[in-house]
């Protein structure tokens, strides 16, 4: 008899906040290429290759980047089982028991294998030994996780506790703790005791398994997950949860919901050059740095500068007598922080959400299934903006309550309908929309198209628009 098929579930729903500027809430980091020239979804669906033989895989994300992701899966290459779309975020327990209920109806019998979509891996060949090493306790029933072998006494890791006699090498061990974040005193005392790992939120366990103990630990949130499946409708190339049954779930990651509680935790030890990226310092420990300790990218110019990490996306950054510093620049906004109070860059982004400040969530350029838009510049009555939008795509099929558009094409060749008009503009042409017209933007060439829009009106929000057609299933 055949061994299970190990399927893999990408769990991509986080918004990265301590990541800001350049990670956004629609714009998050693990659909970044912030490691390497992939993003890091794309790099994590890499890391497959060494795990040979394994099931299609899956993604769990927000509804919101549900088009970046499917682009982004689809230049993999890799075969795409299915994307869930999480209508709300219910953090990981939910999430990995909607996939959990799927797989064991497309796939019965399979061990799901899940994985953040925005951590970095450097030895791709130990991690599938790891993979490989816990696939044996995962079909006997057990519920595996993986422990980072620590290198630092990392505060801002949870821990696991496994004794190193359980094992040798990568044989799974009992798990006997799960440890909150430990202040730097409690984290130097587990790296000096061995036996400790940092929590890597990576799992392996039969999808029948995992709804036996949530049924046993969280029966509730097992009944509402199951509603949401039921109750969920293919969009395009995507399963829409639904939305009531899933917020009627109970939030929980899955190590409060399952792992803390069952008899059946083992653990595997990673040694592979883990890390989650979770804010400025880590990204710039995984890269390789100059003579002075700095990492840069863009057009960056320093001066008595060290250990510090300057990252320039639109225009010259220059920074003279620094140390320890994180300089991030972007076309609409720039974070300066010490090294060592990164971690409390969320509380700005905090602070920005309760200001209703857009910078928390999107950039100037925004990106839409049919391309993307950036602002250029905007005052009262009147919003600029630069719109790219790519070969065979268009924009739906709407109109504007209170503003009119005027287009110029700047490249390519569009193709607009105006009411009952329709005609084909090329570069240096124009035409105007005036309020309340029912209109579409084609692109109907093989290159991108690119134009300028003017708005002009008493009012520019991105809500006045009223759709009634909408390839990408937009309402």
């Known amino acids: 008899m055949s061994a299970p098929m190990i399927v893999p ?14 990670s956004r809430a629609l714009y998050p980091k693990q659909l970044l290429p912030l490691c390497s020239e992939n993003t890091m979804l794309q790099d994590t669906v890499g890391r497959l290759r060494d795990l040979p033989g394994h099931g299609p895989v899956y993604c769990v994300c927000n509804e919101s980047h549900r088009f970046l992701v499917a682009e982004q899966l689809r230049a993999t290459g890799v075969p795409v089982g299915g994307i869930i779309l999480e209508p709300v975020g219910r953090n990981t327990a939910p999430a990995a028991a909607v996939a959990a209920m799927l797989l064991e109806r497309k796939h019965p019998g399979a061990l799901m294998l899940l994985l953040p979509a925005d951590h970095v891996i450097a030895d791709g060949g130990a991690f599938g030994a790891a993979i490989e090493a816990g696939a044996e306790a995962a079909r006997e029933g057990g519920l595996v996780t993986f422990g980072v ?54 799992f ?10 949530l049924q046993l630990h969280a029966p509730e949130m097992l009944a509402a997950c199951k509603r949401a499946l039921d109750g969920a409708s293919e969009d395009l190339d995507f399963l829409r949860l639904d939305r009531d049954a899933f917020i009627s779930s109970p939030s929980d990651s899955i190590d409060y919901a399952v792992m803390e509680k069952t008899e059946h935790a083992f653990l595997v030890p990673l040694d592979a050059g883990w890390n989650d990226v979770g804010a400025w310092s880590a990204l710039w420990s995984v890269h390789e740095r100059d003579g002075s300790g700095n990492v840069t990218k863009g057009d960056v110019l320093l001066q008595d500068v060290s250990d510090s990490y300057i990252h320039a996306s639109s225009r010259l950054v220059a920074a003279v007598g620094l140390e320890h510093h994180i300089i991030v620049e972007t076309c609409d906004a720039v ?64 109109k504007h309550l209170h503003r009119a558009e005027h287009w110029i094409v700047v490249r390519g060749t569009a193709r607009i309908t105006v009411e009952d008009r329709e005609v084909t503009l090329h570069e240096d042409q124009s035409t105007y929309i005036p309020v309340g017209s029912f209109h579409r933007l084609e692109n109907p060439a093989e290159v991108p198209l690119e134009l300028i829009e003017v708005q002009t009106g008493g009012y520019l929000g991105e809500d006045d628009i009223i759709r009634v057609d909408d390839r990408y299933g937009r309402s």
């Open 149 to 202: 072998v620590p290198t630092a006494p990392e505060t801002g890791y949870g821990y696991l506790k496994a004794p190193a006699e359980g094992g040798e090498g990568l044989r799974p061990r009992k798990v006997e703790q799960f440890v909150e974040k430990p202040d730097r005193k409690t984290a130097e005392r587990y790296l000096e005791s061995g036996g400790y790992y940092w929590n890597s939120g990576i």
């Open 335 to 398: 974070l300066v922080a010490s090294k060592d109070r990164v971690q409390d860059v969320k509380l700005l982004v905090d602070e920005l959400k309760k200001q209703n400040r857009e910078e928390a969530d999107i950039h100037r350029r925004v990106f839409r299934p049919w391309g993307s838009y950036e602002t250029v510049d905007q005052a009262e009555r009147f919003k600029v903006k630069r719109i790219t939008v790519n070969p065979g795509a268009a924009l739906s099929l709407q």
């Open 204 to 213: 392996l366990f039969s999808a029948k398994a995992f709804q036996g103990e």
């Open 9 to 22: 579930v990408i769990l991509s729903g986080g918004a990265g906040s301590r990541l800001w500027p350049l």
